[in-house]
């Protein structure tokens, strides 16, 4: 079957690096989004892969390694305002159907 | 401006009855989604309609029917409610089919009691 996994839950400390990890067994795969989702609120995109490699965003960057069917969040000077869930996600899974991991909630303490 | 908008945002109904949620964005995009987000945050692909022709239809049930009268507004409607419809319903919007980056709105929770 087509899936995405991550980790349930990660807890980090303010101003720390945290990386949230995503494998996926999918057909027909073009590439890797991350979303993020705060508590109450609606899912925002963040980034995509589609090259093997590392993108850069601010603090946050993305990474993906075809070869190993791997992929990966990296998130930089954490702040409490990061704590929230993160998905990754095949925009282009077989017949046009966009699947999302199962969301890692990150937790941060001060 | 709100790129994509959902009503309502909130919705308590009894088992049996049927309900609407309605979705509107304004960002020109061709494609338009229904997700269905359960208590474990799990987000599934319901329905998708690309320029008011419906492209995804994934397993659910008949109960469901979206609706999308032109490629700015889908439209969700569930006969019949149960229990275990019980959810946060979004809708989101991509520029075109298999966008990577999608568009949600604020969603919809729903409790059926």
């Known amino acids: 079957g087509q899936s995405l996994e991550q980790p349930s839950e990660v807890t980090a400390v303010e101003g720390a690096i945290v990386q949230i990890n995503c494998t996926y067994q999918t057909s027909g795969f073009y590439g890797l989004s991350w979303y993020q989702q705060h508590d109450g609120g609606a899912p925002t995109f963040l980034s995509y892969?589609?090259?093997?490699g590392l993108e850069e965003t601010g603090r946050f960057s993305s990474f993906l390694s075809r070869s190993d069917s791997y992929g990966y969040l990296l998130l930089q000077e954490l702040q409490m305002k990061d704590s929230a869930s993160y998905f990754c996600a095949d925009p282009y899974s077989s017949a046009s159907k966009i699947i999302f991991g199962s969301g890692t909630r990150l937790s941060i303490r001060p | 401006d709100t790129a994509v908008s959902q009503t309502p945002k909130y919705l308590v109904t009894q088992m049996g009855n049927d309900k609407s949620i309605k979705c509107e964005q304004n960002l020109g995009h061709d494609t338009m989604y229904w997700y269905k987000q359960d208590s474990k945050k799990f987000l599934k692909i319901m329905f998708s309609y690309n320029n008011k022709e419906l492209i995804i239809n994934e397993t659910v049930p008949n109960r469901f029917s979206p609706k999308s009268p032109d490629k700015a507004h889908l439209n969700l409607h569930i006969n019949s409610l149960e229990l275990g419809d019980s959810a946060v319903y979004f809708c989101a919007s991509s520029l075109a089919r298999g966008s990577y980056e999608q568009y949600f709105g604020p969603g919809t929770r729903l409790t059926v009691t």
């Open positions: 892969n589609a090259l093997d």
